[in-house]
């Protein structure tokens, strides 16, 4: 009885350790959004329009990501497109690479998600997205 009682704590115990690691939240799928900060010039602000294609197996997350720059920002009307992504969702907190010198830290809440864009140089962009359906 005691052997069957352990066991039966074990498997629960894995059960509630993979729902805690966010294995039933998936990511995969298009999102699009917007990021926006304050731009480097003295009255500039700019937003980055994006659309973000991922795809997910377990905690690992890739794709690509198409993007538009907007605003009164020097860098107004940049678009750039198949940007490769790379990284991670662990429970709901979504961290990805995006390209070389950006980083993206979320959290997903359902189809919707908000967080901060970070780049190597400049201040960090904050922003929402929405999965697309």
Do not use: I, K, V, Y
């Given at each position: 009885m005691e052997k069957m009682l352990a066991t039966m704590v074990a498997a629960l115990t894995c059960l509630l350790a993979a729902t805690a690691t966010g294995e039933e939240l998936n990511v995969t799928g298009s999102w699009?959004?917007?990021f926006t900060k304050a731009s480097q010039t003295l009255s500039g602000w700019e937003t980055l329009e994006f659309t973000l294609q991922i795809t997910q197996d377990m905690e690992s997350v890739k794709g690509t990501l198409s993007q538009r720059l907007t605003g009164n920002g020097r860098r107004s009307g940049r678009v750039t497109d198949n940007i490769p992504v790379k990284g991670t969702l662990t429970g709901n907190q979504l961290s990805l690479q995006l390209g070389r010198?950006?980083?993206?830290e979320a959290t997903i809440e359902g189809d919707s998600f908000h967080g901060t864009l970070r780049v190597a140089e400049g201040s960090p962009?904050?922003?929402v997205g929405n999965r697309l359906k």
């Open positions: 699009q959004g917007t010198d950006r980083w993206l962009f904050s922003g």
